[in-house]
């Protein structure tokens, strides 16, 4: 999230002092990616891995501090937890409900007199139900209302404030077998009763529906994810999907509907997984999807893409970190998303390398160009420092064939280098360069803006922009 142009991050870490007990992590960062200050939260409710990828939101409060949800691993509810501005925690509250024995893909989100958890809880019979529940500021629950039958799969994946006493309730509902799926989109009042409700057909054309957004002539804004192909394989079929973004009106009447992306295999969530409104009223999306690599295999990347009102594709972006060179069991994804004062993009998430996970954010300009890309593992328990810029000097620039590399700063030595271009894809990494000066043949890059990244030493990062003529 993003707090008077800071870039706050919410996820999971592991402390090594405590016999790698992992816990929250809440992390600070400035608008250049410097760490500021992060801090390792445990305590019993909390548990061990309790948060995965989707599964929690880090909200502002009205007293400056941050509110929070995560599902501890193995445990059977919920928790909220409180802290102050410096991540201090002041209360952590946690939800049990009769004849629950699991919840799955969590959410909090802000309400003018407090908040709404909503997510999937299962019954006994392995069979899940979504649910909402409204808190107070003090995490107290005001009511809790389940939908769906306890007979069949229904989930809740979305809920977003309409006005002051509606809300936007999107569902996942099972249709005449465990194998089909309808979307469905509720809209209830602020005590939880249903006022309209819109189905659509199985396998729906704009897709199972993963969020919604209020449009600003009463339609919504729908993304989702659309079957493409069924793949015959026992004991299950394969659906092969494509990410969508639609436009509804007010009535539920489909206006357009547009497909991104690459097909693949729904439990793959190939998707998006957040969109906000961008500083000119368009909208950018973040997820995950993959690249080819080969003839047989492809690696995860983080996706971006900024949508036009029409949903049309601005521009589109498909980065992978610096953890160079990458192989096909590389997993990157983008979670979150803000916007800074300048119109500035930051987008936040995961880049694994099995069997390390690292924080990763990106920042980019409105228009999508990369501004700032940072990559490193992260002390839960200490702040690093400042990271300084390194004096850096290339030419020719622009370059045709061999490009001149001299570093002023010795001490700063060695350094590696990896050459990143306009779409975040690494053309080329050389982990050990250990000279002061150097030259680098750029013969066989195409034509076009690179970005030459160099890490040194002491932990600093530097970027370069080269210009590549052909």
Not at 148 to 155: D, F, I, T, V
Not at 239 to 252: G, H, I, P, Y
Not at 392 to 409: E, K
Not at 464 to 469: F, R, Y
Request: hydrophobic share 35%; with cysteine.
């Amino acid at each position: 999230m993003i707090d008077n142009d800071t870039i706050i991050g919410l996820g999971t870490s592991e402390d090594s002092l405590t016999g790698f007990v992992s816990g929250i992590t809440l992390m600070k960062f400035d608008t250049l990616g410097n760490l500021l200050t992060a801090k390792l939260l445990q305590d019993t409710l909390i548990g061990p891995n309790p948060l995965f990828i989707r599964w929690g939101s880090l909200l502002k409060t009205p007293d400056g501090g941050y509110i929070m949800n995560v599902i501890p691993f193995l445990f059977a509810y919920p928790v909220i937890l409180k802290t102050d501005k410096d991540f201090n925690i002041e209360f952590i509250k946690y939800f049990e409900e009769p004849e629950t024995f699991d919840y799955f893909q969590c959410e909090l989100k802000s309400l003018n007199d407090g908040y709404i958890l909503h997510g999937v809880l299962f019954r006994p019979n392995g069979l899940g139900d979504g649910f909402v529940r409204k808190l107070d500021l003090t995490g107290e629950t005001v009511w809790m209302k389940v939908f769906g039958a306890y007979n069949k799969n229904e989930s809740i994946v979305d809920v977003k404030v309409k006005n002051d006493s509606t809300y936007v309730v999107s569902m996942v509902k099972e249709a005449t077998s465990p194998t089909s799926s309808f979307s469905s989109i509720v809209i209830i009042d602020q005590y939880g009763n249903e006022l309209q409700t819109w189905n659509s057909e199985p396998e729906p054309e704009i897709g199972y529906i993963r969020g919604v957004l209020s449009a600003n002539d009463g339609g919504y804004f729908v993304y989702g994810l659309h079957v493409e192909e069924i793949l015959p394989s026992p004991p299950f079929d394969t659906k092969l999907v494509l990410a969508t973004f639609s436009k509804l009106d007010e009535d539920f009447n489909l206006e357009w509907i547009k497909k991104y992306g690459k097909k693949a295999d729904l439990s793959s969530e190939v998707m998006f997984y957040n969109f906000v409104e961008t500083i000119d009223e368009e909208y950018i999306g973040v997820g995950k999807t993959s690249l080819p690599q080969g003839d047989t295999t492809s690696i995860s990347t983080g996706w971006l893409m900024k949508f036009s009102k029409e949903g049309d594709s601005i521009w589109s972006r498909l980065d992978l970190s610096d953890l160079s060179p990458h192989t096909d069991s590389d997993r990157h994804a983008l979670g979150g998303v803000g916007v800074l004062s300048s119109g500035s993009i930051i987008a936040g998430g995961y880049a694994e390398r099995w069997p390390d996970s690292y924080i990763w954010l990106i920042k980019t300009t409105n228009d999508g160009c990369i501004d700032t890309l940072y990559c490193g593992l992260v002390s839960g328990t200490q702040s690093e420092p400042p990271k300084a810029q390194q004096p850096v000097s290339i030419y020719p620039n622009p370059a045709s064939n061999l490009l001149h590399l001299t570093i002023t700063d010795m001490a700063a030595l060695p350094y590696s280098l990896s050459v990143v271009d306009m779409s975040g894809r690494v053309c080329s990494a050389n982990n050990e360069v250990a000279e002061g000066q150097s030259t680098m043949d750029v013969s066989t890059l195409p034509a076009g803006l690179y970005l030459l990244c160099f890490k040194f030493a002491n932990g600093e990062v530097h970027f370069e922009k080269v210009n590549i003529l052909r």
